[in-house]
């Protein structure tokens, strides 16, 4: 790891400050995949700027939505017990991600700034656009069987690897910014971006801008819920395919419903026809299954994980009927 | 690393050579390469070594094991080779450097963390736990009897980790079945396969109630 010089920021202010006169400063928060990534020298920053001391660890129940600041870390939101009562989907998928020593590292703000897993991106002896544009894709034609099968490119066919964030698309939620022009708000869905030709942009903060916090609006997804995590080993992996599920079933009949994956997009994917699909709809495997082959249209895959084809719509068709059965 | 380091021995092997003497030698290309901007700024500008060797290091203070400890480091030091190599507590392991074994876990604050991935220069005043600051005197903590007795390790080289992991575990109220330790254990690799035993430890540890 390249050496590089480290100061504290106390205030979202200060951090967007301090870090629009450097042309390479980075903010860190837990760090667990910053670090990890200067150690691979994928990227190497000359400066950090550490906001660990800015006072956004908070989670507060206001009317209407919950407010979870962009430093509570991964384990304080999962164990929250509000957070557990009203929004247990979140709850389910942040306790699925990583281990519990970097769940206790981990912050909300960080975890939807994970960069890909995607082995060619983190070898910079390897061809990637992503790291390094115009470079090449070593996953096309090569090992990508933890890659995308919906909205990839020419260019790219990583995935984004978070649980948590599988959970706040499906519940509707918006991310707060700050940024050397002011703060915006922006819908969790067109936070994180596809691909396209430009790849090394993962997302649509902008620059120097960070992340001050997210809200959840409040919603009737607190039973019928389920995150199912397909994955090489039973915990501590990333997904292969998960799904977040919540479903609002009044006598039997599906009053709204909610579907979003992961693993299979360079963003998390929201399935909003199948979710329309399920709306007045009875239970039954039957239409689960029709929703799940309706979520599945325009899916392509590439070699390695051409079994995520059929392993997504049964992934679909499983979260659903273990929501519908809770 | 290991470039920063093999600068550091060639100049302590050359003592007659001053560190910027060496850096001058070596030729810019290695010099941009493996110091940091702030020490090739300084020998530009040809200020004192003093101010070179400040600007690459932070001061730190924190306590390990209940003892204070102020420091000057690299900001790129990480808390697992800060214990390791400067504090010489080699009881922490090194298994894979990557947050993916568990390997390194020590308490921060009372929390179960990943020394490899945490930068010390952000554990300022940090009351950091390792393995050799459990036992009292000669008295070894409960986690660690109960390892031996129910032979929870063979090669014994995750079992630092373990036995912190296991710990917070119990104190996270995460041990209340079997299934559930194995689930919050699980960022802990045994390469040995002792994950049956290392359950029993801790079960016994949990159903016994002693203090942790
Ligand atoms: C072995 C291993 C296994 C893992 N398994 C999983 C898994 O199964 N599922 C999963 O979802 N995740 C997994 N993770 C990833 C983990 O969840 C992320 O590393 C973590 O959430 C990142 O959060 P952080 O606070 O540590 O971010 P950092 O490493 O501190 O930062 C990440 C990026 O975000 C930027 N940043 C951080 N906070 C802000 C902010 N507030 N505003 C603007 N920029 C910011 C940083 O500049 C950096 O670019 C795993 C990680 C490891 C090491
Ligand atoms: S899939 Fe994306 S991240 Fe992976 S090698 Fe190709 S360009 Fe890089
Ligand atoms: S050495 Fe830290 S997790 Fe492996
Ligand atoms: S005892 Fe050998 S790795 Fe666990």
């Known amino acids: 790891m390249k050496n590089f010089q480290i100061i504290r920021a106390l205030s979202s202010k200060s951090a967007v400050s301090s870090i629009a006169k450097e042309n390479s400063a980075m903010f860190i928060a837990g760090g667990t995949n910053l670090v990890d990534l200067m150690k691979k020298n994928v990227v190497s920053p000359d400066k950090l700027i550490d906001i660990n001391g800015v006072d956004l660890k908070k989670i507060e129940f206001l009317t209407g939505k919950v407010s979870i600041g962009a430093l509570a870390k991964n384990s304080q939101v999962a164990e929250d017990q509000l957070i557990k009562e009203s929004y247990p989907l979140l709850a389910l998928a942040l306790a699925a991600g990583a281990s519990q020593q970097i769940r206790h590292m981990a912050t909300v703000g960080g975890n939807m700034l994970q960069r890909t897993r995607c082995s060619y991106f983190y070898n910079p002896d390897m061809p990637c656009n992503k790291r390094v544009p115009k470079s090449g894709c070593g996953a096309i034609g090569g090992a990508n069987r933890m890659h995308a099968i919906f909205g990839a490119s020419d260019s790219c066919i990583a995935v984004h690897p978070s649980d948590m964030c599988i959970a706040l698309a499906a519940l509707d939620a918006t991310v707060f910014t700050e940024g050397p022009k002011g703060k915006r708000e922006i819908r969790f869905t067109d936070f994180h971006r596809l691909p396209g030709n430009t790849p090394e942009k993962d997302n649509t903060l902008l620059d120097k801008e960070i992340i001050t916090s997210i809200e959840i609006p409040n919603n009737n997804f607190t039973k019928n819920i389920h995150y199912l995590k397909v994955r090489d080993r039973s915990s501590y992996a990333f997904a292969l395919i998960s799904v977040a599920a919540g479903l609002d079933i009044k006598d039997n009949t599906i009053q709204d419903a909610r579907l979003a994956m992961g693993g299979v997009a360079h963003k998390p994917w929201r399935l909003t026809e199948a979710e329309e699909f399920l709306k007045g709809k009875t239970v039954s495997e039957k239409t689960f299954r029709q929703a799940a082959d309706l979520a599945m249209k325009g899916a392509r895959s590439y070699g390695d994980n051409d079994f995520k084809l059929t392993l997504g719509p049964n992934a679909i068709t499983e979260a659903l009927t273990i929501a519908a059965s809770k | ?212």
């Open chain 2, 1 to 212: 690393m290991a470039a920063k380091k093999s600068i550091k021995k060639v100049v302590e092997e050359d003592s007659n050579n001053s560190r910027r003497d060496f850096i001058k030698k070596s030729g810019l290309f290695t010099a941009l390469a493996f110091t940091p901007p702030s020490l090739v700024m300084a020998s530009d500008k040809k200020w004192d070594e003093k101010i070179a060797e400040y600007l690459e290091t932070v001061p730190l203070s924190l306590e390990v094991n209940g003892v204070k400890h102020n420091l000057n480091i690299e900001p790129r030091t990480t808390l697992l080779d800060l214990l390791r190599e400067q504090l010489l507590l080699t009881g922490t392991k090194k298994g894979c450097d990557h947050g993916q074994c568990g390997a390194c876990t020590v308490h921060v604050n009372g929390t179960r963390i990943l020394s490899c991935l945490s930068l010390a220069s952000m554990q300022q005043n940090a009351q950091v736990t390792t393995i050799e600051g459990l036992s009292k005197g000669k008295k070894l903590h409960p986690m660690q009897e109960a390892f031996i007795k129910n032979d929870g390790f063979q090669c014994g080289y995750c079992t630092p980790g373990q036995i912190m992991s296991g710990i917070a575990c119990i104190k996270e109220g995460h041990a209340n079945s079997r299934d559930e330790i194995r689930e919050y254990m699980s960022g802990n690799i045994c390469r040995c396969g002792a994950y049956h035993n290392i359950v029993d430890a801790i079960t016994e540890v949990k159903e016994g109630g002693m203090p942790l």
